[in-house]
Every structure is written in structure tokens, then in C-alpha cells.
């Protein structure tokens, strides 16, 4: 009875001492789980969610819950903090960087696509001259055929010569020449301005009437005095390490804007050694003419584009002197046939050839061409300066002209010859 009675006692102590135990850890834990397994979606939270969490005790266990039971975790806004302001920056700064970028490879590759479309044009250009110079165009004209050494050095005289840029260009006179040279000049740093006491930095700076100073240039014409019987050796290095161009124009514009310029308003040189002549010759003038430009236009005495065709067909011309370089032919001025020129440049095109050239001779960070010059005789003019012409001359012009036609790939101007 005694050790039943012992028993009895140890057992309701334990009891009680279990029951006591089960309250404290009760109120430690705030509740109890006898069931910890049996939701396994409140296993165990996102560490980066549980972090929030950590840092917003402020979370109510509403916002938890609702979230959790759907199987996805949504927290409220207030457990993700805001992004700093660096960052924020920081993303603005990327997104204008790569904008950049983007926009810095479509011009990259505009700039690629231009350059290709510029080099098959210059390829056509220079191999149409090569086709004409072998005789596939069937047409003939002095000089055709002749080796470099056999021109005249008289007949090299528009050949200038940069040789610190290691550059050659032929100058057409009617065809932007007189940019051109300005150009040459500030390569060559052959004119002092006498603002500064140094050479000219920008072409537009240099005064148009002294580039045309044969003084200024060097010219292939001029080797003979300064190198001697060496001088066609030199000629001939030159032209196969140099950078060769020249710029052309359709011929009858360039006899237009000749005409225009030359007797269309007073010119005392013109006058006195073209313009006399043609009035004396074809225009019927009796007794003496007037002695000065100024005198004959103010007395209504001017040559007729006529007369100056007439002048240019006229075989006695040529006879007494060579043709004047401003109505000279190209293939006469530059000759084509005994110099591959690297670029052959438009008058037409002039805009974009001369960005294209520029950036092939490598000086354009150098120099820019002149702004403003366009030009001033249009090609819609032809058939207005012509239809007062006979027809007979218009051919026998464009016959005396063809070779220029043909080289550098200038129509037919059927307009104008029928």
C-alpha cells in the first residue's frame, strides 16, 4: 500500500511539474505547434524576403499570410526600400551612355556606306577615262596614245605639287580652281598673311586674285629650272607615290561660264587680247574699236557668245596661239591618258567630292573647303545659250569638245545638237 500510495504522489508531481514546464515555454514562444509539419508552405521564407522582414519590424503577420497561402510572396511596399539617388543617377547615366553609343554606330555605319558608294562612283569615273584612253569609245584625239615623256614641259604647268602632303593636283580653270588652289596654299604654306606674319590657316582667309599667282605653285612645268635633267625622274616618282586629282565640269557649261565671265563684263586683259580680235574678225566692226573694255561696253561693244564660238572653231586660232586655259580642254590642261589620277572630282558633285577627297588626301582635319561656293552657270542653261546658235557650229563644237565628253562620262547634249 505504501509503495502504491508513493506512486501515486510521484506521478501527480510529475504531472504538475510537466504542466508547469508546458506554461513557460508557452509564454516564451508566444504559442505552441504540436503539428510543425503539416503546412510545409510556412516552412521557410525567401532569405532575401526574410531580410526585409528583419529590417521592417513593423510588418503586421495579416500582410504575410494572405500572401503566403496562395503559394507566392507579395510583400508590401514598405519592405522594399528605395533605390538611393546615386543609383538612380547612376541608371540615367547608362541609359544617355548607350543612346550615344547607338547613335555614334548609326552614323559609324552611314559614314561606311557612303564611303563605299563614293569609291565604286570614283572607280566607274577613272576606269570610263581608262576605256576612252585604250581606244574602246572610238574616239581620237591628239595625244592619246603618247607615253608621260613625251609631253611637253610647257604643256605641265597645271600640275601643282604639295610635296609635303605628297599630293599633285591639276587645275581646270571654270571648275572651283580658285578654291582649290586656296586650299594648295594653305597646305603648302606658300602665302604669309600679313595680319598675323604666318602662313594662311584657312582657305577662305587667302584673297582669291593672288592664288592665281603662277609665283605661289609649284608646278611640274617648273622642274626643269630647279632640278635639271633629273627632273623627269622626279616627275615620274611623284606620280606613283602621290595623291593625283583634278575636277572637271560638262564641258559647254564650263565654255558658258567662261564666256560669262570673261567678256560678259569689262576684263582689260580679255579684251584687249580675245575680245578685239573676235569683234574685228566676226563682227563686221568698222574702223577703229574702242581702246579699254570699259569704253566698249559703255559704247554697247561687247563679243557675242557667237563670235566666241566662232573665235574657238576658227582654225587660224590655234594656229597663232594656243587655246587660252579658260576654254583649253581638260585632256589638253591634266592629260588623262599619261596620268592615273587617284580622284576625279565633279563640279556637279562638288559638295560631297570634296568631303570625299579631303578625307582620302587625310587633311581634313586640316582644312575645309570654302562654304559658298556653288555654281553660277547651270546646266538648264544650255539649250537657252545655244538655241541661237546654227546648228552646223554646235556640232563642229561638240566634235572640237568630245574628247572631254567622252573622258570624263558628260552625255550626249542631244538637245543641244539636234
Excluded at 598675323?196 to 603662277?214: I, R
Excluded at 587660252?324 to 591618258?337: G, K, M
Excluded at 568630245?402 to 550626249?412: A, S
Aim: glycine residues 4%; contains cysteine; aromatic residues 12%.
Amino acid at each position: 500500500m505504501g509503495i502504491w500510495r508513493g506512486l501515486r504522489v510521484a506521478f501527480i508531481l510529475g504531472s504538475l511539474f510537466m504542466i508547469l514546464l508546458i506554461i513557460i515555454y508557452w509564454d516564451d514562444v508566444g504559442g505552441f505547434n504540436l503539428y510543425p509539419l503539416q503546412n510545409p508552405k510556412h516552412e521557410s521564407l525567401p532569405s532575401d524576403l526574410a531580410t526585409d522582414l528583419t529590417l521592417s519590424p513593423s510588418t503586421s503577420e495579416a500582410q504575410i499570410t494572405s500572401s503566403t497561402t496562395t503559394g507566392t510572396i507579395t510583400p508590401s511596399k514598405n519592405l522594399i526600400p528605395e533605390k538611393p539617388r546615386e543609383a538612380a543617377e547612376e541608371e540615367v547615366r547608362e541609359d544617355k551612355e548607350g543612346q550615344r553609343r547607338e547613335e555614334i554606330r548609326q552614323d559609324d555605319e552611314r559614314e561606311r556606306s557612303k564611303t563605299y558608294f563614293d569609291n565604286k562612283e570614283q572607280e566607274a569615273r577613272k576606269q570610263t577615262i581608262m576605256d576612252v584612253c585604250l581606244g574602246k569609245d572610238a574616239v581620237e584625239f591628239p595625244g592619246r596614245t603618247r607615253a608621260f615623256e613625251q609631253v611637253p614641259n610647257r604643256e605641265l604647268d597645271h600640275l601643282i605639287v604639295d610635296d609635303k602632303h605628297q599630293i599633285i593636283y591639276c587645275y581646270v580653270p571654270k571648275v572651283a580652281c580658285t578654291n582649290w588652289k586656296r586650299i594648295m596654299v594653305v597646305l603648302s604654306q606658300s602665302l604669309i598673311s600679313p595680319s598675323t606674319g604666318k602662313p594662311y590657316t584657312d582657305p577662305e582667309a587667302v584673297p582669291p586674285d593672288l592664288v592665281h599667282n603662277s609665283s605661289l605653285h609649284l608646278t611640274f612645268a617648273k622642274f626643269w629650272r630647279n632640278y635639271g635633267s633629273l627632273s623627269r625622274h622626279l616627275m615620274a616618282l611623284k606620280l606613283q607615290h602621290y595623291t593625283k586629282f583634278l575636277f572637271v565640269r560638262d564641258p559647254f557649261v564650263r565654255l558658258i561660264s567662261a564666256f560669262r565671265n570673261k567678256f560678259g563684263r569689262p576684263n582689260e586683259n580679255f579684251y584687249r587680247e580675245f575680245g578685239s580680235v573676235m569683234l574685228r574678225r566676226y563682227g563686221n566692226a568698222s574702223g577703229s574699236l574702242p581702246e579699254t573694255a570699259a569704253e566698249a561696253f559703255a559704247a554697247g561693244i561687247k563679243p557675242t557668245f557667237e563670235q566666241f564660238l566662232s573665235y574657238l572653231l576658227d582654225p587660224e586660232t590655234e594656229r597663232k596661239r594656243v587655246f587660252n586655259e579658260h576654254w583649253r580642254q581638260v585632256y589638253r590642261l591634266c592629260h588623262p591618258c599619261q596620268v592615273k589620277y587617284d580622284f576625279i572630282g565633279r563640279l556637279e558633285t562638288l559638295e560631297t567630292d570634296a568631303e570625299h577627297l579631303l578625307k582620302l588626301l587625310q587633311v581634313d582635319h586640316l582644312v575645309r573647303f570654302p562654304s559658298g561656293s556653288q555654281n553660277h552657270t547651270a546646266t538648264s542653261w544650255e539649250r537657252d545659250w545655244f538655241g541661237q546658235i546654227p546648228l552646223t557650229m554646235r556640232r563642229e563644237l561638240y566634235k572640237l569638245y568630245e574628247p572631254d565628253f567622252k573622258l570624263f562620262g558628260y552625255p550626249k547634249p542631244d538637245s543641244v545638237l539636234h
